[in-house]
Nanobody, 127 residues
Framework: QVQLVESGGGLVQAGGSLRLSCAASGRTFSSYPMAWFRQAPGKEREFVGYISWSAGSTYYTGSVKGRFTISRDNAKNTVYLQMNSLNPEDTAVYYC????????????????????WGQGTQVTVSS
């Protein structure tokens, strides 16, 4: 299984920006569809954004569309989440996740679709 390590979280004021990174181990990173999820205190882990293994498809949950951008750099084995116009409702632990290699984009927003998870990085947005 691929190993995932997130970084880039922190404390930011409302309206600010952060870029999260997720570094993956292994030589076959380019074959993994990747996603970001988040979990706020007392809530279930929810889908944020998805990028296909070819980077040809990206999907977002409605609350972050137009503000967040998911991207990948296969040469660096890294997937990113650029977060702009942050608001306090974005406060959560953010997790990256990987699907099986070359899998389709079906059910991209389901936690059960992902085989590997990182340890998470905390994002706190102050008002």
């Amino acid at each position: 299984q691929v190993q995932l390590v997130e970084s880039g979280g922190g404390l930011v004021q409302a309206g600010g920006s952060l870029r999260l990174s997720c570094a993956a181990s292994g030589r076959t990173f380019s074959s993994y569809p990747m996603a970001w999820f988040r979990q706020a205190p007392g809530k279930e882990r929810e889908f944020v954004g998805y990028i296909s293994w070819s980077a040809g498809s990206t999907y977002y949950t409605g609350s972050v569309k137009g503000r967040f951008t998911i991207s990948r750099d296969n040469a660096k084995n890294t997937v990113y989440l650029q977060m702009n116009s942050l608001n306090p409702e974005d406060t959560a632990v953010y997790y990256c996740a990987a699907r099986r290699p070359y899998s389709s984009s079906d059910y991209y927003d389901r936690r059960s679709s992902y085989m590997s998870w990182g340890q998470g990085t905390q994002v706190t947005v102050s008002s």
